[in-house]
């Protein structure tokens, strides 16, 4: 069945720092990966997907993530966090029957 | 371009009561898919639909009912309203090409009581 799962319900980085946001997927056939950003009280936005092809994938507002196959994740980055960065962060993964499923979500903090 | 469009945003129930949330998208698109929102447990999906009058269950498909009668419209129904159906709901579409992402409305809170 396919399933994703985001490993830390809430991650705090002092600014600066690296963001490291956790995702493994679960899935019966090549799956394409989102990664959503939710700010309070609106709703979801794309910050990058993996389709095909190279799977370090660059996003909006200096995020990344990289596919690794054997490792079955799709993990997010970001080299140095701003404050602007708080917001819940979210794994999607699109595979067969055009479902699109997401994990539970990782709530960013971000502290001076 | 409005994108997708949820109406209400906001609605308060007494329990039994009967409900409609309304997701219109102008994107053309043959995807569409209703979640709820809940503290902890990220989006779970209700319902989805693949066209114009196909629906599916997703995981959480329990007390709800939907339609598709036209291609940019998709209705969630909830006959029988419960305190645990309150949440915040998010509609979404997206093309059928694959790799593609899916577009969201700004979400309906919605609170039984």
């Known amino acids: 069945a396919q399933s994703v799962t985001q490993l830390g319900s809430h991650v705090s980085v002092s600014e600066g720092a690296l963001v490291l946001l956790r995702c493994n997927y679960s899935?019966?056939?090549?799956?394409?990966l989102f990664w959503y950003v939710q700010y309070p009280n609106q709703g979801l936005q794309l910050l990058l997907k993996?389709?095909?092809?190279?799977?370090l994938v660059k996003g909006i507002n200096g995020f990344e993530a990289e596919f690794k196959k054997s490792e079955t994740s799709f993990h997010l980055t970001k080299p140095s966090a701003h404050m602007s960065d708080a917001a819940e962060y979210f794994c999607?993964?699109?595979?067969?029957?055009?479902?699109?499923?997401f994990g539970a979500g990782t709530r960013l903090a971000v502290h001076p | 371009n409005a994108g997708v469009t949820q109406t209400p945003k906001f609605r308060v129930l007494k329990t039994g009561q009967s409900m409609t949330l309304l997701c219109a998208q102008d994107?053309?698109?043959?995807?569409m898919y209703w979640y709820r929102q809940d503290p902890g447990m990220g989006l779970r999906l209700i319902h989805y639909?693949?066209?114009?009058?196909?629906?599916a269950k997703g995981e959480v498909p329990d007390g709800y009912n939907v339609s598709r009668l036209k291609k940019q419209n998709f209705l969630l129904g909830l006959e029988s309203a419960a305190p645990s159906q309150t949440s915040v709901y998010f509609c979404?579409?997206?093309?059928?090409?694959?790799?593609?992402?899916?577009?969201f409305g700004q979400g309906t809170r919605l609170t039984v009581v």
């Open positions: 979404a579409s997206r093309s059928y090409r694959e790799g593609t992402e899916a577009f």
């Open positions: 899935s019966s056939v090549p799956p394409y």
């Open positions: 993996y389709t095909t092809g190279a799977t």
């Open positions: 999607a993964s699109a595979g067969g029957y055009n479902k699109l499923i």
């Open positions: 994107m053309n698109h043959e995807y």
């Open positions: 639909s693949v066209g114009e009058g196909t629906t």
